[in-house]
Structures are given as structure tokens and as C-alpha cells.
């Protein structure tokens, strides 16, 4: 069994995890850390060194632990300053009608996603099939020994830019710890593998990811990707909210931030918070009606973009909240008011028993992290599985690993098609 370390570089907190895969779907944590974050804003690193200090001192406690000492592969994740996506259909004329469509021609179709135009600074961190035609019939989900003369794949295509990719492979540069950071992969999409089921992803669900510097916004339906978004809001713009209008420190916001509910009316009018006097001052009381108003005024704004990019209703299993400031007290609530969908917070089910601190690393806060180290372990049990194409992979920095969740069946057999398409990928230096 494979073991892998997995880190979240958040930008409230860093998070490392070492694990590893015990059967299918069946995970066990072995050791893990976290320490608030210094320098990443908004998802974004900006000071690649302080990253590295703090990543460092995770993965020697990490390290520490009995049977991870010689574990070297890491997984990071990988958001950056701008994320969007773009919808992309490509088309070939089938060579011969008399034959059945092959995996070589739909290899085709994805390599030209790939390769798709960028912007400058943009690359392509993750496609997604979305479904297929072949001539008049639409929305295939798998046309491989189908028959007909043109075929077209429709894709979801999430663009990013590459100064993050960058930044944070200068931040695992600085790391004096032999370790070999194997994949970069798309935060959201990790986030998802953690706490989605596919049964969930078939009838339409929402994610919403509501970390420190951002929020993220996932949407499955049929089984498929189709809308990913990332605002620059989250969690810490509550905290500094308060800490503005209340005229307080920034840690003491955050901790009346996770006491105090986003539903006014759930708060009687005289309960007041106590505040302790700076450098010998009187004490003072805030009222948590105010604070209340201030937090729910926020998650509004907050939702009132979601909802303005997305229709969210025709989703059977509504929203799953995940992320550090999902925990907010009657934020499923609020939201429920808000859409009028089913609400749960996410949890990772796929964690062993006996992992230290089980229902802690399960727990929505960790949700990048276990998603991490789902992904590191099924991708390096995939390679020794198919030793032969190792180097081809390894050489796509950028790919998000979303090997498991390509819907089609032959995922294995169209990555051997675009082998010399990954090998042409340019490394992030």
C-alpha cells in the first residue's frame, strides 16, 4: 500500500495529512498537522517563503510519526487568483462508418481540449467531459463501438492562471525535507471527491466550500462537473467585518464570529457578548443581535452572488456546505431560507476507525486535505497498476488527477492515446 502526505495550504490554515488507501473507498489517516497560514491571501501564495516555514515545521512533526519517516510523495493543492471555466466542443469526421468509433478518436477529442487557446498567463488546470454527439444523436455518455460519420465531445474546461502553480512550487522548492511534491490538484474538485457521493452527483447537488479567503461553488449533475466558480469572499471578510464595526482585534472577531448565529431572530435582543479592556481598560459588552446582523449581512452578499451565477434549484440533493467558516452557527438555516434546498454539511465517510482523531480529520474543515490524500493514494495505486505510463503522467504538473471522477470507462486507455501530449506539457519551474 502506497502512502502519500497531502497539504492544504488554506488561507487561514495549513493542513498536512499522511496516509494511505486500505481498500476501495476505505482510507486511513497515520499522522497529521495544521498551523495557522502566513503568507497566502485569498487563496493565493504571496509569500512563498513564510509557506514554505510553515509547511516545513507541519511535515517534521508529519515525518516524525513511525512508518511515514521514508514516505516522499506529496499531493498540494492548487487554487490561485483567478479561476473560471469555459465550455468547449471539439469534432472529428469518423475515418470509416463501416467501423466502431475507438478510444483513439475520442483520445483526440480530449487532447484537443488540452490544447485549447489560452489567454496569456492561463493554462488548462482540469477537463471534464461533459457528454458526446455522434452526427444527430446528442447527450451519449459513452460513444466508444458506436457508429457514425462526425463526433463531438462537449467539455468543461477550468482555467487558471500559472503564476499560483509558480508560487507554490516555490514554496515546496524551499522545503529541505526529501520529498517529491508529485501533483498539484485542483482544490474544488479534491474537495468534492472527499465528501460527494456519486449518487449525489447524479441527481444535482451544490458545493459550497466557505474557507478563510474564498468561497468555492461546485455543481454536479448526471454525474459530471458542469459549473465551478471561486469568489474571493469568505470566512476572514465576516472577521473583519465585526472587527471593524465593533472596533476589535482581529482574533477575539473570529472567536465571537463561531459563537454568535447568522440568524438575527434566533438571538434574544438583551444577550451581550462581554469584551475584555485592552492594556488595563474597562471591559465592555457588544450586543449579539448586532453582531448577528453584521455576520448574516455578509453570508448574504456572499450568497446573493452564488445565486446570481448559478440556478441552484433543480438540484435533488441540494447543498453540501464544507469548509473552516461552514461552521458558523445556523448557517444551514440561513441557507435553507436562502434557497429553499436541502442543506448538510459535508463529512468525510471514507475515513478507517482507526485513524487518530477520526471524526476531527472527518470533519468539513479537513475537507481539502482528505481529499488530497484520496487523490494521492488512488493516483499512485493507478500507477503501479500501469507502471509503464508513470513518466507520462508525472510530467502534467497542472492536471487536477481526476482520474476517478472521468466519467467514461476508458480513462486508462485514452491516458496511454495522450501519452505524447503530456510529455509536451511545459513544467512549472
Not at 493565493?44 to 511535515?59: F, N, R, S
Not at 433543480?314 to 434557497?339: N, P, W
Not at 487536477?400 to 467514461?408: A, F
Request: net charge negative; with cysteine; hydrophobic share 35%.
Amino acid at each position: 500500500m502506497s502512502r502519500v502526505i497531502a497539504i492544504d495550504l488554506g488561507s487561514t490554515k495549513i493542513v498536512g495529512i499522511a496516509g494511505e488507501k486500505i481498500d476501495d473507498n476505505l482510507y486511513r489517516v497515520i499522522a497529521y498537522g495544521e498551523a495557522p497560514s502566513e503568507g497566502i491571501e485569498h487563496g493565493y501564495v504571496v509569500a512563498p517563503g513564510k509557506v514554505a516555514a510553515v509547511v516545513e515545521t507541519i511535515l517534521k512533526k508529519i515525518k516524525a510519526e513511525q512508518g511515514i519517516a521514508d514516505v516522499k510523495d506529496v499531493f498540494v493543492n492548487i487554487m490561485g487568483k483567478s479561476v473560471k471555466y469555459q465550455k468547449y466542443t471539439t469534432s472529428i469526421m469518423h475515418e470509416n462508418s463501416s467501423e466502431l468509433i475507438s478510444v483513439n478518436e475520442i483520445g483526440k477529442l480530449e487532447k484537443d481540449a488540452y490544447n485549447m487557446h489560452m489567454q496569456a498567463g492561463e493554462e488548462v488546470r482540469h477537463v471534464v467531459p461533459q457528454d458526446y454527439i455522434i452526427d444527430d444523436e446528442s447527450n451519449i455518455d459513452d460513444p466508444i463501438g458506436r457508429l457514425g460519420h462526425k463526433i463531438s465531445g462537449n467539455f468543461l474546461v477550468i482555467v487558471g492562471d500559472m503564476e499560483s502553480a509558480k508560487r507554490i512550487k516555490m514554496c515546496t522548492n524551499k522545503l529541505s525535507l526529501n520529498l517529491s511534491v508529485r501533483k498539484f490538484i485542483f482544490e474544488p474538485v479534491a474537495i468534492a471527491r472527499a465528501v460527494l457521493s456519486e449518487e449525489e452527483k447524479k441527481v444535482g447537488v451544490a458545493l459550497i466550500d466557505i474557507g478563510g479567503g474564498t468561497t468555492k461553488l461546485l455543481v454536479y449533475k448526471n454525474g459530471v462537473l458542469q459549473h465551478v466558480t471561486v469568489y474571493g469572499l469568505g470566512g476572514d471578510s465576516v472577521t473583519k467585518d465585526i472587527a471593524k464595526v465593533f472596533g476589535l482585534l482581529p482574533e477575539r472577531a473570529e472567536e465571537i464570529k463561531l459563537k454568535c448565529s447568522c440568524m438575527p431572530k434566533n438571538i434574544p435582543d438583551n444577550k451581550e457578548v462581554k469584551i475584555k479592556g485592552i492594556n488595563g481598560r474597562e471591559d465592555y459588552y457588544i450586543p449579539l443581535l448586532k453582531v448577528s446582523e453584521v455576520i448574516r449581512a455578509r453570508i448574504n452578499e456572499i450568497m446573493d452572488t452564488i445565486l446570481q451565477d448559478v440556478k441552484l434549484k433543480s438540484l435533488s440533493a441540494g447543498l453540501v456546505l464544507t469548509g473552516g467558516a461552514s461552521q458558523m452557527i445556523d448557517l444551514c438555516e440561513f441557507m435553507r431560507e436562502k434557497t429553499g434546498l436541502y442543506i448538510k454539511t459535508g463529512k468525510s465517510e471514507c475515513i478507517s476507525d482507526d485513524s487518530p482523531a477520526k471524526d476531527e480529520i472527518s470533519h468539513r474543515k479537513y475537507a481539502t486535505a482528505t481529499g488530497l490524500l484520496i487523490y494521492g493514494t488512488d493516483y499512485l495505486e493507478y500507477l503501479e497498476e500501469n507502471e509503464e505510463e508513470e513518466s507520462a503522467v508525472d510530467n502534467h504538473d497542472n492536471d487536477s488527477g481526476d482520474h476517478k471522477d472521468i466519467k467514461v470507462p476508458w480513462w486508462k486507455e485514452i491516458l496511454k492515446i495522450i501519452k505524447n501530449f503530456f510529455t509536451q506539457q511545459q513544467e512549472v519551474e
